[in-house]
């Protein structure tokens, strides 16, 4: 049995300036402009309390090269990323208060998986919608679908 330490993740994303190149490179290539990265973190602390700690820290990076009115059409992309994001993580909290108590840390892994998946295939499904198919999907979790 845990309890659950999940506040609300922050409401507006840190943003970074940083080279084209890094974003390449966290993105798998990708995107060389933008990228969103909700750098979560999903633990039981080993301090017998059976706490369940769910913790974002959303930043958005934007590539140094681009010109103002680049950067200002990239950000505007990465924030639809970034509010795709916080649906879900309203999702995932809802879920977990139902769930928290009766499960194990099997089932509160499957959860999170299923969470980052979703927050992929949301990707996925924005860039469609643009025409571009870029977003590399990881594999489907093999699990059932908790939520
Ligand atoms: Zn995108």
Redesign the pocket.
């Known amino acids: 049995m845990y309890t659950l330490d999940f506040p609300n993740p922050p409401q507006r994303p840190t943003i970074r300036r940083v080279p084209g190149r890094e974003i390449q490179t966290m993105s798998r290539r990708s995107e060389d402009r933008g990228f969103f990265n909700h750098h979560g973190s999903f633990n039981v602390p080993g301090d017998g309390r059976n706490r369940l700690v769910v913790r974002f820290g959303p930043v958005i990076y934007l590539a140094m090269e681009l010109s103002p009115a680049e950067r200002s059409e990239v950000e505007s992309?990465e924030m639809d990323?970034f509010n795709d994001f916080l649906a879900a993580a309203r999702d995932l909290k809802n879920h977990l208060n139902r769930a928290v108590r009766q499960a194990t840390w099997a089932d509160l892994q499957v959860a999170w998986d299923w969470f980052n998946y979703y927050v992929r295939d949301d990707?996925r499904n924005?860039?469609r919608s643009m025409g571009r198919d870029t977003i590399v999907m990881n594999p489907r979790p093999r699990s059932t679908a908790p939520y």
């Open positions: 992309h990323h990707a924005l860039h």
